[in-house]
């Protein structure tokens, strides 16, 4: 991260979730570039700032997006009906353990 005095905590990601990851992420830098240094996917990590602020963005601008989009492209049928079942067993499996991971962190 940029500042050596941000606390991040790392969340480990297989490869889907890592897609899944960085499609949140460039959620989030569509409505707030200077979130850039705080939410980092790399080496099948995601790495977030422990700051409400950047934890609330990553939830409501990334998660909660990326779970319509998902949805709204399979309903849409840019994404065959034979995938579908597991990205969305995927995601949810993804949604929960970034949900967990945020909770245990705020406290």
Known sequence: MAEHNRTV?????????????????DFVLQKKPELRSSIVVANNMLSIADQPHVRQAFMELG??????VLRLAIVGKAIGIR?????LFDLARFRTKIV????????
């Open 63 to 68: 998660l909660a997006r990326l779970v319509r």
């Open 83 to 87: 995938r579908a079942p597991r990205l």
């Open 9 to 25: 905590f790392s969340i480990s990601l297989s490869a889907q979730e890592q897609e899944f990851a960085a499609a949140c992420r």
């Open 100 to 107: 967990r991971a945020l909770r245990r962190r705020a406290g």
